[in-house]
């Protein structure tokens, strides 16, 4: 057998305290990054949400005062945008889905 040298034991045994230092840091830093990436997907999908049904009812407005058509183009770009809404948030839980 080869004999190593004390300063390459030091070395390898420095090197495994930290590896296990950081391993248990990873551990108690796990449970805060989920809360916050649960966070972050339920901002995105309220965002998408939100922005879909605001986008569909400013252009449904906007249609119904340009043809005189007042609540229709509004009711049906409203449905529009929700659906659309609804579409974003399903692709969005799919591609979570997917990662894991």
Do not use: Q
């Amino acid at each position: 057998m080869i004999k190593m040298p004390k300063d390459v034991e030091l070395l390898d045994r420095k090197i495994a305290e930290l590896k296990a230092k950081e391993a248990s840091l990873r551990h108690e830093s796990k449970s805060d990054s989920d809360k916050t990436r649960a966070s972050r997907i339920g901002l995105r999908i309220c965002a998408d949400l939100l922005s879909a049904v605001i986008v569909g009812a400013a252009l449904g407005y906007v249609l119904d005062s340009w043809f005189g058509t007042k609540p229709w183009c509004l009711i049906v770009f409203l449905i529009f945008g929700g659906a659309a809404g609804i579409l974003n948030v399903y692709r969005l839980a799919k591609a979570e889905e997917n990662k894991k």
